[in-house]
Each structure stands twice: as structure tokens, then as C-alpha cells.
């Protein structure tokens, strides 16, 4: 009887260890939900801000692009260069076709194409960040980025926090039952 329950409690600690970790370190979000996605877009809701809108980015999550490195890049820019699609002094800029950046704060993100007339034809992409979910009260108080600053729509900084939040202490709970 306890053999059989210790064998079967090591795969699921290895399993929900694994669960822990990937929660633990954030995730990677593909841009616009698939590869080649990195383009000008087709029409309204093909547009990349609609990807956005539908995706929850937390601080330590990472932004992935896959594009061809030949005809585009993507620029990290300020609001006012995202705005006007001025490409010439970009915050950042990557053009190696896989472009990874880690969202490091929370807040608002800016993005363009940096191919010549991209950005104006739709091509660029504002990802918000929810604050930290570890302290509700100042995430609360500190000045987060209204809908309308930042062309988003309004995201609920609690309701994903507190769904992984719960999973976890569902996963906690399994484990001390099984233990
Ligand atoms: C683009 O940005 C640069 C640097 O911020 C600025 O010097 C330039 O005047 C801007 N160009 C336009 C067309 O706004």
C-alpha cells in the first residue's frame, strides 16, 4: 500500500514541480498568435492591438516575433514615436527575424515595424503589463495607464493574478494531500 502510493506521488511531485517552475518564470507570448503574424495587417481585426487586447501580459513575461529579418524589424518606441511612426531613434531595435524581449515592468510597451511604411499601415502593437500582483493595495494606488493614454482597452489587474494565484494553492493542496 505505501509502495504503491510513494510511486505514484514522485511522477506527480515531478509533474506539478515542472507546473511550479513555468508559473514561477513567465511565458513567452508569440506576437499576434502565430508565426508570420509580424505584418501589416489585413484589416481592423487582424490588427496585432486585437491580439493584444485578448492576452494577459504579466512582468517577466517575454514578447517572441518571428518575421523574415530581410524585409522587416521590429522598434521598441516611445509613445510619441509609436504615434507618428517615427522610426528614426527607436529605443530599441531588432532585426535578427526572432526577437525576444522580456517585459520588465509594468505599464505600457510600444512597438513598430521599422519597414518602410508598416507602422502607418497598422503595423505596430501596444502591449500593457499589469502591475505585481503580490501587493493589491499599491498596484491599486500607483497610477496605472488609463484605457485612453494608451489606446488599450482596460484590463482587470486582478483576474488572472488570482486565477494562477489559486491554481497554485490547488496544486499546494494536491500535493500535501498525496504527501
Ligand atoms: C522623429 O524623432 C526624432 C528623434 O526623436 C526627431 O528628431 C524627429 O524630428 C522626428 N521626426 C518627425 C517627422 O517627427
Known amino acids: 500500500m505505501a509502495a504503491s502510493k510513494t510511486s505514484l506521488s514522485v511522477p ?3 509533474a506539478i514541480s515542472i507546473i511550479l517552475i513555468r508559473c514561477a518564470e513567465g511565458r513567452d507570448h508569440l506576437v499576434g498568435g502565430r508565426v508570420g503574424a509580424w505584418k501589416v495587417p ?3 481585426t487582424e490588427s496585432l492591438n486585437k491580439w493584444a487586447e485578448s492576452s494577459r501580459f504579466q512582468v517577466g513575461d ?4 518571428e518575421y523574415d529579418g530581410k524585409k522587416d524589424s521590429v522598434l521598441q518606441v516611445t509613445r510619441d514615436a509609436y504615434h507618428s511612426c517615427n522610426t528614426t531613434r527607436p529605443i530599441e531595435e531588432y532585426r535578427n527575424g526572432e526577437t525576444k524581449v522580456r517585459l520588465d515592468r509594468s505599464g505600457p510597451f510600444y512597438f513598430i515595424s521599422g519597414a518602410e511604411g508598416h507602422c502607418e499601415k497598422g503595423q505596430k502593437l501596444i502591449v500593457v503589463v499589469m502591475a505585481p500582483r503580490r501587493n493589491k493595495q499599491n498596484a491599486l494606488a500607483s497610477p496605472a495607464p488609463s484605457p485612453a493614454e494608451v489606446e488599450a482597452p482596460a484590463i482587470s489587474p486582478t483576474s488572472s493574478a488570482t486565477t494562477r494565484k489559486g491554481s497554485m494553492l490547488v496544486v499546494l493542496g494536491v500535493i500535501f494531500l498525496v504527501i
Not at 517575454?62 to 516575433?65: G, N, P
Open 42 to 44: 489585413s484589416s481592423e
Open 62 to 65: 517575454y514578447l517572441v516575433w
Open 12 to 14: 506527480l511531485i515531478l
